[in-house]
């Protein structure tokens, strides 16, 4: 008796995720109405007794709406939810590297309330999206993804977050109104570094980056040089090395040293940028006042100011946003938060 009462739920369980799965790819929109149950029925070949069961479910997780006479229709809701933090789930780019920080700093905050961390590496023969879909199906609602690179629509982020799924983009400088986003203040960042190399005696600098624009805090560093040094001359590195800074060509390196020029300072979007680009100056006898974003063995030997991320605080703002979120009275909404990072001179 048992075992058919628990494979009946599973079959309550399967129509309600093939409907989710139908709201996730667009099948029935945000308003639609959805099938009648009995279409639904002959469409998923189950009973209508089935699938009005998955519809109560749907219902209390206040992903449908139904209304007498009018019909069901797809009603996402995009508040908190009260929810369990059990589970946290990452997905990120291990590659990267500052990623062993990253996690640590995670796990170090999971482990003060009990909290299991998984790790979710993106498979490459499978989109981002459906890589996030597999976790919500599998009843894994508490997301941190640093995205990085990899893409996703604002809009699979809002159906997710409309089908329960708690969400906190890290290293994001924007969440789209519907999630959380928590990342370095990388204006304060580029701010700092320009006070440091200035009392160093640095009036003219140039800034060194990523040619990757479409990362959001690559982008806020930038503008946020030119803003402050109009005149200040921009060098771009191919983003395409950021995986394997080893593997850039010495020559590109030695071409940014030399269009810096007659600049007397330099500031460099991120650190493996500034240890690659201060250590072949070092090797050519050129001193001059250098700052660059993240701490990167070699750095205090070259002389190089640094604004480290503060990984810890962070992390802890991340975990502050999936509380909130996992709290229906909390009052959640989406929010941008902007951490103040070390200074190490």
Not at 25 to 44: F, H, N, S, T, V
Not at 52 to 62: F, S, T
Not at 196 to 218: F, H, M, R, T
Not at 224 to 248: C, N
């Amino acid at each position: 008796m048992a075992e058919i009462r628990q494979e009946t739920a599973n079959l309550y369980r399967d129509v309600r995720e093939r409907i989710c799965r139908s709201i996730f790819i667009g099948e029935y929109g945000e308003g639609d109405l959805i099938p009648p149950e009995r279409k639904l029925a002959e469409e998923l070949d189950v009973s209508r007794v089935t699938v009005r069961k998955a519809l109560d479910m749907l219902e209390r997780e206040r992903i449908i709406a139904r209304t007498q006479g009018s019909g069901t229709r797809v009603s996402l809701y995009y508040g908190p939810r009260d929810g369990s933090m059990d589970i946290i789930t990452v997905t990120a780019p291990a590659q990267n590297e500052f990623f062993a920080r990253m996690i640590d700093a995670v796990q170090t905050r999971a482990d003060l309330q009990d909290s299991l961390v998984l790790y979710q590496q993106k498979p490459s023969f499978v989109s981002l999206e459906d890589c996030l879909y597999r976790l919500y199906r599998k009843g894994l609602k508490n997301l941190v993804l640093w995205k990085e690179d990899m893409e996703i629509s604002e809009g699979a982020l809002r159906k997710l977050k409309g089908l329960g799924m708690n969400i906190v983009l890290f290293d994001a400088v924007d969440g789209g109104g519907c999630v959380d986003a928590v990342c370095l203040d990388n204006a304060g960042a580029v701010e700092a570094l320009l006070s440091c190399i200035k009392e160093k005696g640095c009036e003219n600098p140039a800034y060194v980056g990523w040619d990757n624009l479409q990362i959001g805090s690559l982008k806020v560093r930038e503008d946020t040089f030119r803003k402050l040094i109009p005149e200040g001359k921009l060098i771009h590195i191919p983003y395409r090395y950021h995986s394997r800074v080893d593997g850039i060509p010495k020559k590109l390196l030695e071409d940014a040293v030399e269009e810096v020029g007659e600049c007397d300072g330099v500031i460099y979007a991120v650190g493996e940028l500034g240890i690659a680009c201060e250590g072949i100056r070092r090797e050519k006898g050129i001193s001059k006042p250098a700052g660059m974003i993240g701490m990167m063995p070699g750095a205090r030997e070259l002389g190089i100011c640094v604004v480290e991320q503060d990984f810890q605080a962070m992390a802890d703002q991340i975990f502050t946003c999936l509380k909130c979120q996992n709290t229906r009275e909390s009052g959640w909404r989406a929010k941008n938060y902007r951490i103040g990072g070390n200074g190490i001179l």
